[in-house]
């Protein structure tokens, strides 16, 4: 009986321990590694187009592992992602500051590939969204191309005198 006991004391520690640590690490792959992701992309112009509020995402392991075994893209992760407007395919690049930091990424969705942030390589064949255009950006543009006769002139302010 005795030995019963100790075996059932071991596996349950062994189950308890082991198996404690690889469901935290397959929960932090799988879900963890979308949070810095979605805090850089969720309100970006495609997003807001394409998905909206993103509610979920999830690592895509198929597409990840296809992108892993091709030399040249193991900083590539793909995740599902889905929002009000639809789901799709979320394609990135890890940066020097691993997720913290993207170099770019991608939506795919309906067929067609859309740049969310960054200049995404070639082979994606993605087309920059018609609501990638800056409105600020725009503004600025226009005011440098503006004639100098339309800006008003500031009067330089003068410090009163001190007697």
């Not at 112009?45 to 030399?71: K, R």
């Not at 087309?127 to 330089?156: F, I, L, Y």
Request: proline share 7%; aromatic share 8%; charged share 20%.
């Amino acid at each position: 009986m005795k030995i019963f006991a100790i075996i059932s004391i071991v596996i349950v520690l062994l189950l308890g321990c082991c198996g404690g640590c690889v469901y935290t690490g397959y929960y932090m792959m799988y879900y963890g590694t979308f949070e810095p992701v979605k805090v850089q992309i969720d309100g970006t112009p495609t997003i807001d187009q394409y998905i909206g509020t993103i509610d979920s995402g999830t690592l895509s392991w198929e597409n990840s592992m296809a992108d892993w075994s091709t030399p040249g893209n193991e900083q590539r992760m793909t995740f599902d992602v889905s929002g009000p407007k639809g789901t799709g395919l979320v394609t990135i690049s890890q940066g020097t500051q691993g997720l913290n930091k993207l170099d770019w990424a991608t939506l795919e969705i309906d067929g067609e590939t859309h740049v969310i942030l960054g200049t995404p390589p070639a082979d994606l064949d993605a087309e920059p969204s018609s609501a990638d255009s800056d409105p600020a950006s725009d503004s600025n543009e226009k005011m440098k191309s503006a004639p100098a006769e339309n800006t008003a002139e500031m009067p330089a302010e003068t410090a009163p005198d001190k007697e």
